[in-house]
């Protein structure tokens, strides 16, 4: 198998035993993103040199006995949403094409500290507003099991590359599932942390209540060891968790041996049933009876106020986006577009020029949006409204978990759609994330984990496993148990499956 196919936590145990240098293994990325991402298009900005140069470093610690951390040399690619010291940072949007940030965020900084080779920065709907990188300003990301399909959004980018073997190990972020649905429809493992749990300090924000960072990669195991690199409080973060990280890596090992005896695993009444797919719910209950063989007892849990997830998150995250946005004023930083026909333009009238030049369609929707939301005589009917129901959400996950351990759910309706096919249709493209907002409105971890293959398209589903709020080691055991059963169904790895990119299996 070659390097680029090879899990981070396979590549991390080679580069220990000396089997293979990190400059090797990152040159193989490279070649594989020269070779495949003219297809793909996750990347926006591939940094070459600069990883290079960080695996040489790698090569020289491990030579004196003086290793970083277990995944010190093992190459990864970042979503564009965080700042690189160095590197542009764009946010998949026109208005900060070119910006260098003067700092990493902390995030990138642990990545750095550990010695990760960073890859690039990877593609993402515009400031992080949709369900299938299609907003992105520099083009669409393809899913590389049909070059046709979306990879999710809004972290396709980071998916698509984990997926199509650019990256071994990739950073999304999970304001409504960005992070989780790619997964599903990529066929990769994609984990939201709670909230906190992961510092936010250099991250773009599109919506600070609800924003999360976290891994996405090809492995359980893969994610907690990247979890563990990125996780813990961040003094820099009003919102970090003060609190020590549960046992990731080790949840992952015991849930890999396969043993949920004792573990109470709670169906969500109002996540299936009309406006699934099928096959996606075909996969999720084959999902289930194998956790209940592996000795989980299943309950069904009822969570009322889920119906009401989609319409508040629709409230909450553009009233903070708008406001979050308005730092784009055409003055400090980004682009700076000044009016035709104007001969002495106002500060104003920049603006205006400068937001219309700079943002997407769906950007200003969600603008106009946040700021009528926001808007005197509205606030309490709208914004305020949403609120309380994000409360009532956050009652019925604590009641939920006093019959469960974990809560699951499928991660996403649908596998992946057709490229163009919701354009068109913004409400038909927000109820992508119908199984995923529940948890970004009350700070919940998740994970999605494949579940197989939809019998209808062919095409990767998922299942997402929820937990209590700093239980993130839950996810991490279920979903490890869980990836053991299907792996052994399935008798490999399901990315071993994929066929719409030439050459993107094993």
Not at 178 to 187: E, F, K, L
Not at 482 to 500: I, N, S, V, Y
Request: proline share 6%; charged share 20%.
């Amino acid at each position: 198998m070659s390097a680029s196919h090879t899990t981070a936590a396979r590549l991390a145990e080679e580069l220990a035993a000396g089997n293979v240098t990190a400059v090797e293994v990152t040159q193989r990325h490279l070649d594989r993103i020269a070779a495949v991402d003219g297809q793909v298009h996750a990347f926006l900005h591939v940094d070459a040199e600069g990883a290079l140069e960080q695996a040489a470093a790698s090569d020289a610690r491990r030579a004196d006995g003086r290793s970083l951390s277990p995944l010190d040399g093992v190459p990864i690619a970042v979503k564009d949403v965080m700042a690189t010291k160095g590197l542009p940072t764009t946010c998949g949007s026109r208005i900060l094409e070119g910006w260098v940030p003067p700092y990493d965020a902390t995030v990138v900084a642990r990545l750095r500290e550990a010695g990760l080779p960073i890859l690039g920065k990877t593609n993402m709907d515009e400031f992080a507003m949709g369900s299938s990188t299609e907003h992105s300003a520099y083009g669409p990301t393809r899913n590389p099991w049909d070059l046709g399909r979306i990879p999710g959004g809004s972290g396709g980018g980071s998916a698509a590359a984990v997926a199509a073997y650019e990256a071994p190990l990739a950073i999304g972020t999970d304001t409504g599932g960005s992070i989780r649905q790619p997964g599903a429809v990529t066929g990769t493992v994609g984990v939201k942390p709670t909230y906190g749990g992961v510092s936010r300090y250099g991250l773009v924000s599109l919506a600070n209540s609800l924003d999360q960072a976290g891994p996405v990669t090809r492995t359980v195991l893969d994610a907690a060891l990247l979890h563990e690199v990125i996780g813990g409080h961040d003094p820099r973060d009003s919102t970090s968790i003060d609190a020590p990280l549960p046992d990731l890596v080790g949840a992952a090992r015991r849930g890999a041996e396969g043993d949920l005896t004792g573990v109470r695993i709670g169906v969500v009444k109002e996540l299936g049933g009309e406006g699934y797919q099928a096959g996606v719910l075909a996969r999720f209950q084959e999902s289930v009876d194998l956790m209940v063989a592996a000795g989980a007892e299943l309950v069904e849990v009822s969570c009322p106020s889920f119906v009401h997830a989609l319409a508040t998150y629709y409230l909450i995250l553009p009233a903070e986006a708008s406001s979050n946005l308005a730092r784009f004023d055409a003055m400090r930083y980004g682009l700076r577009k000044y009016p035709e026909g104007v001969e002495a333009p106002s500060a104003e009238e920049v603006m205006r020029a400068t937001r219309e030049a700079g943002f997407g369609d769906e950007v200003k929707r969600r603008i106009i949006l946040g700021t009528y939301a926001l808007s005197s005589g509205y606030y309490d009917a709208y914004y305020g409204q949403a609120q309380k129901v994000r409360t009532l959400i956050s009652q019925d996950f604590a009641e939920a978990f006093t019959h469960a351990d974990v809560l699951l759910s499928p991660t996403a309706p649908t596998t992946a759609f057709e490229l163009g096919e919701k354009l068109d249709d913004p409400l038909a493209m927000y109820l992508n994330d119908l199984a995923t907002i529940p948890a970004n409105l009350s700070g919940v971890p998740g994970i999605s984990v494949p579940s197989g293959l939809a019998d209808e398209d062919g095409l990767p589903a998922g299942v997402q496993i929820l937990a209590p709020a700093m239980r993130d080691d839950r996810v991490y055991v279920v979903g490890a148990a869980l990836e053991a059963a299907l792996t052994e169904k399935w008798g490999g790895p399901l990315l071993d499956q994929a066929r719409g990119l030439e050459g993107v299996s094993a």
